[in-house]
């Protein structure tokens, strides 16, 4: 079956990572769904972001977490990728959820934290703020911090989660099935057939990340993975 594809934080090969510009083109592409990370502003505001510091995407600098969504409105995160994005601005998830009411896409929301500085804040507004989009049919969650998702889970138990990873995990089916998962999100070369068979054996779907190539994706197809999360929503047909 054909997998489903994730553009991996919007069609980020094609307009500036996480950033509207960024889902509309994914949407124009064609993607199934889109792949975006939340992280929380120091006023509580759930925003899309992929780094800690703001330095790599915009014309700013330091830690999201540690400012204000107006600081972060300021700044210009469509430049760094080439001059006809200049002036995009950093999305809340809000936002995002509001133009998926216009469209049929998935979307795949990443808890962006880890153990040093996780607030559990994060989470609970992030399912909280799902719910009450009406969106949760579309939903999934997935994080590298896995305390975060069976939080998640214990708010609202019939939203899908997968687990991140690197590495080869040694049972990587079972372990997600005893957390209560639905999928696994492996790095695609992490995964060998041993992983893959207890994936199927447990019944955890597959959902690898970064295919941006012929190798990677043909690779994920005879696996039969579920989602394909890319930066070439038109990957396919490359
Ligand atoms: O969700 C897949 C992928 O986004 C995980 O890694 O660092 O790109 O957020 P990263
Ligand atoms: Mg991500």
């Known amino acids: 079956m054909k997998p489903l594809i ?3 934080r919007g069609a980020s090969a094609y307009a500036p990572e996480n950033t509207m510009a ?11 769904g889109i792949e975006l990370d939340v992280q929380m502003t120091k006023d509580g505001v759930l925003v899309v972001l ?27 995160f469509g430049s760094w990728f080439g001059p006809a994005w200049a002036g995009e601005k950093i999305p809340t998830l809000w936002q995002v959820l509001e133009f998926l009411q216009g469209n049929r896409l ?8 880890c153990s040093a500085w996780y607030d559990p804040e994060l989470t609970r507004r992030t399912v909280a ?4 989009s009406g969106l949760k ?24 989660a997968g687990l991140l990873y690197v590495g080869n995990l040694i049972g990587p089916g079972r372990y997600a099935r ?14 060998d057939e041993k992983g893959v068979a207890d994936c199927r054996e447990n019944g955890i779907e597959i959902h690898p990340w970064t295919i941006n190539d012929a190798v990677s994706r043909d690779a ?6 579920e989602h394909l999360i890319t930066n070439y929503p038109d990957i396919l047909e490359r």
């Open 6 to 8: 994730y553009a991996h």
């Open 50 to 76: 992929h780094d800690e510091d703001v330095a790599r995407t915009s014309n700013g600098r330091g830690l999201a977490r540690e400012m204000t969504l107006s600081q972060l409105r300021e700044l210009d």
């Open 22 to 32: 960024a889902f509309y083109e994914a949407e124009k592409r064609g993607a199934d």
């Open 106 to 113: 998935r979307l795949n929301i990443e808890l962006k934290t």
């Open 129 to 132: 703020m799902v719910q009450q």
């Open 178 to 191: 005893s957390l209560g998962m639905e999928y696994i999100h492996p790095c695609w070369d992490n995964l």
């Open 137 to 160: 049919d579309r939903v999934i969650f997935s994080s590298f911090e896995h305390r975060c998702l069976l939080d998640a889970k214990e708010m609202d138990p019939s939203i899908p």
């Open 220 to 225: 994920m197809l005879r696996v039969g993975a």
